[in-house]
């Protein structure tokens, strides 16, 4: 499925580290002289830019539970920093003239599910999935931001950014588990539930997408194996483990 | 009522015509002189703040029910920018020594009784709702605008600034009544009973705060009399009856 020629990329040997390095020290134009890396790229934008929007859904629905008026206007400032994230990325599709609602309609389903199967109880349930949701997300995009051309890297990094959400999360949490050390058993099964969800989306979105795929999976970018693609998704439920431990919260 | 006296205002006459064009021309630091004018606009930028709060927490909610992803990504864009009107008027209040949450408190059982009583069982409910509910805070922020101090003024004219809602809603509510002119008998009683709603929950809020309403009603802002309160709420209701007659709802 490689469609990257040697000949696309002069200067570039034909072995495989070499092209690994290939497109990462590309910009965008001439990356995406290949069909198959745009198209998986349009896929990434589209996905990340629809998670954005869910995320300030999910926050602004999360904002009505807060027990405090401080705490509502916190999340009121997170989710708007995630419709900034999303403004950016549906700009950036724009610009190299996708019609952003097209390119995120494919992950529209997938997202929906995950948020209709992991409806939050209360307040802390509404933290702990934003701060897990997030973190997985972010892990994965990191990860994946890497093999891709300087520009897309750049705006992938920049969206990323922390919106200051996972370390309210962290304070609040903490707190109630001190406050009540049984809340910690009943968030600890939930976090579980939140990952399998995600877990399963996510090879929903893979099996449905085949640029997107072919992308991770030793494609059109650099040489991402399914081997690493397994290693990546350990090293993903990894620092979900550590993030959990650290709460305490056994994952 | 009046506890502005001329000797806080020197060089005013003490006629009631100079009287009221002498806050309006005095900066911040000298009319908070007056502690009663003071509180009246600690309560103004704590109501107006908690509204824009209230107002992304509606646009955010309506997101949800938008018909298309355009749509939504429209309604995002909105409930964000009313956050961030929401973040410059709990920085005034910070910046003169307010706790915004303690300025917003009184304000959140009348917002939230509102909504309450008013929530959309569709998209076209909420986007009359919201348009009715920005045209109406609006123009009621706009006279009083005009008697405050020039700081606080200006700060109250940026936050009124149109997020472009009103257009987004008129053109969608005019679609829908085209499509179906049953869907404007609907609308048309609907927005009669956010009007009506809305004045309950405004006379509440007046009959609750002793410095707000003092200020409206010839008290420490400029000779605002009983008469001129009752002008205004005519001037409100009729320029709510034209626009619903724009949007060709009988109001």
Same mark, same amino acid.
């Given at each position: 499925m490689r469609c990257m020629t040697s000949s696309d990329t002069? *200067?570039? @040997? @034909?072995n495989a580290p070499a092209e690994r390095t290939a497109v990462a020290a590309r910009d965008w134009s001439s990356a995406a002289a290949d069909p198959q890396y745009r198209a998986a790229v349009v896929d990434l934008l589209g996905a990340l830019a629809y998670g954005e929007l869910a995320a300030f859904e999910r926050l602004a629905e999360d904002a009505k539970l807060a027990p405090t008026l401080a705490d509502k206007a916190e999340l009121a400032k997170m989710a708007s920093a995630e419709f900034h994230h999303f403004e950016r990325l549906s700009n950036r599709l724009a610009e190299i003239g996708e019609e952003p609602t097209e390119a995120m309609a494919p992950f529209v389903t997938a997202y929906e599910s995950f948020h209709k199967q992991t409806a939050p109880s209360d307040w802390l349930e509404g933290l702990v999935k934003a701060y897990v949701g997030d973190s997985i997300a972010s892990d994965f995009y990191r990860e994946v931001a890497a093999r891709l051309d300087t520009d897309t890297r750049e705006l992938v990094l920049a969206v990323l950014d922390d919106t200051g959400h996972a370390e309210f999360a962290v304070e609040k949490v903490r707190a109630a588990i001190d406050a009540d050390p049984r809340v910690g058993g009943r968030l600890a099964l939930w976090a579980r539930r939140l990952m399998g969800e995600a877990l399963s989306q996510s090879q929903r979105v893979v099996a449905d997408r085949d640029a997107l795929s072919t992308m991770l999976v *030793? *494609?059109? @970018?650099?040489?991402?194996d399914l081997a690493e693609v397994g290693r990546m998704f350990s090293r993903i439920t990894e620092a979900h483990t550590k993030r959990m431990a650290a709460l305490k919260l056994a994952a």
């Open positions: 002069p *200067g570039t @040997a @034909a *030793g *494609g059109v @970018a650099d040489g991402f």
